[in-house]
């Protein structure tokens, strides 16, 4: 289907990018486009402006800091990750990013594109919530930080708000994180999935698929009794499509939540 006619702009700046999505209610940023402009052929988004963050350079780039965080620029793309030296200091990212889709989305597709859309069946949300990642927004009110945790409100919905733009996108220090997920097809989206992180003898466990953001575990411990509890007791209640019952997802989020644990714990 081809897209309505829309009004498209290029900024260079942020606050240029700001001024834009502030003056029109129905503006809407695009970053690598590879959900929002598939979302416009369906006619289930319609926007008025598309504002293009291609040529803004400050929301690019990785860096790595002296006491191990990363800041990642939200325009980052998925390849950017996987080859990146510095994005290294947290394998688990790249890793991730290399499991997203095929090589032509990974060229394109922006780590804030993928969090700021929130997809449910998304790699990247729970992730960035098990590892504790930390969101930077900026608006015309100025700049706040959003644990990663807090800003995965609903289906295409985040904390970033109208107006508003994720600039970068923190990642503390750490290297024991593991994913394991069960996708449609070698390259499709995920019908469920878990990302896992320990310090010492404690376990983050995000999982993805199952609900409209992710869900955070903290099992008392790492073995897989305290793990199987965990999601056990969250009564976690899917969806059920034609990909899988709600049943199956249930059964998918407690063997994924074991298999990502125990690559965790590999990496200790």
């Known amino acids: 289907m081809l897209l309505r006619e829309v009004e498209y702009a290029r900024p260079a700046r942020v606050q240029e990018a700001l001024r834009l999505l502030g003056a029109n209610d129905g503006a809407r940023a695009l970053a690598g486009g590879q959900t929002l402009i598939n979302v416009m052929k369906a006619r289930a988004a319609s926007p008025d402006v598309l504002v293009d963050l291609a040529d803004i350079a400050e929301l690019r780039g990785i860096e790595l800091g002296s006491d191990g965080t990363l800041e990642l620029g939200a325009m980052t793309t998925y390849t950017d990750i996987i080859d990146s030296a510095e994005a290294r200091a947290r394998p688990i990212l790249g890793e991730v990013c290399n499991q997203i889709a095929d090589v032509q989305v990974r060229n394109r597709g922006t780590i804030g594109g993928n969090v700021c859309s929130n997809d449910p069946t998304n790699h990247l949300p729970p992730l960035l919530v098990a590892i504790g990642a930390t969101m930077t927004i900026v608006g015309q009110a100025g700049e706040r930080s959003v644990p990663a945790d807090e800003f995965f409100l609903g289906v295409y919905m985040t904390a970033a708000g109208p107006g508003e733009l ?103």
């Open 166 to 268: 994720l600039t970068k996108i923190s990642v503390p220090p750490g290297k024991s994180d593991g994913f394991a997920s069960v996708p449609i097809g070698k390259d499709g989206t995920c019908i469920v999935n878990v990302a896992a992180s320990l310090t010492n003898r404690t376990a983050r466990l995000a999982i993805g698929c199952v609900d409209a953001v992710p869900v955070l575990l903290t099992p008392d411990s790492t073995e897989d009794a305290a793990v199987r509890k965990a999601v056990h007791d969250a009564n976690l209640d899917p969806p059920w499509d034609v990909h899988a019952s709600a049943e199956y997802r249930r059964h998918l989020a407690e063997v994924l939540a074991l298999r990502a644990v125990a690559q965790a714990a590999e990496r200790r």
